[in-house]
T-cell receptor
């Protein structure tokens, strides 16, 4: 138990569906992240939020839309995805922005997404 | 560009010592992290090096040489539960502060 909870753990969707991934952290952290993990590839940073403000968008396609209503919750809204978007999507949090803190990230267990 | 290299997979024997190497070429470097990820689980923090040298934490040690862009994770007295993926990550400071990960090293510990 890392203090970061992701739902759903598994999701199968068609290319025309709209779905959302949810992340909640119970650690009192101020920064939250979305990472994509594909087989045999490095973890790819997608988005960074610090105090609810987006501070990083790593050239992510617009079919992925993040939302951070408060420092404890982070969503990733998905629509018109492609089969190559199938991957494990990991949420993480840190006490503060990595320019301030030493950078230990606390990860959730991920949402395994399959796009048919 | 940012580049981090580590072996894709390694095999070792229970009770032995294994060293997992990581080389990096990253601008704005501000520290090197190692994470452990068991299959189907979240990555968990193992170590952080910002200065050259060896950091020891129980059975695990991590080394950093900033001049060589090189780090290693040393695992002693290997146990079966150490079978996992080990992720090397470089912290980049000058791009808003973020972690850039290597592809991970899949370690299999055999009896």
């Amino acid at each position: 138990e890392t203090g970061v909870t992701q739902t759903p753990r598994h999701l199968v969707m068609g290319m025309t569906n709209k779905k959302s991934l949810k992340c909640e952290q119970h650690l009192g952290h101020n920064a939250m992240y979305w990472y994509k993990q594909s087989a045999k590839k490095p973890l790819e940073l997608m988005f960074v939020y610090n105090f609810k403000e987006q501070t990083e968008n790593n050239s992510v396609p617009s079919r992925f839309s993040p939302e951070c209503p408060n420092s404890s919750h982070l969503f990733l809204h998905l629509h018109t995805l492609q089969p190559e978007d199938s991957a494990l999507y990991l949420c993480a949090s840190s006490q503060d922005d990595l320019r301030v803190t030493t950078g230990e990230l606390f990860f959730g267990e991920g949402s395994r997404l399959t796009v048919l | 560009g940012q580049n981090i290299d580590q072996p894709t997979e390694m095999t070792a024997t229970e009770g032995a010592i294994v060293q997992i190497n990581c080389t990096y070429q990253t601008s704005g470097f501000n520290g090197l992290f190692w994470y452990q990820q068991h299959a189907g689980e979240a990555p968990t923090f193992l170590s952080y090096n910002v200065l050259d040298g060896l950091e020891e934490k129980g059975r695990f040690s991590s080394f950093l040489s900033r001049s060589k862009g090189y780090s290693y994770l040393l695992l002693k007295e290997l146990q079966m539960k150490d079978s996992a993926s080990y992720l090397c990550a470089s912290m980049i400071y000058n791009q808003g502060g973020k972690l850039i990960f290597g592809q991970g090293t899949e370690l299999s510990v055999k009896p």
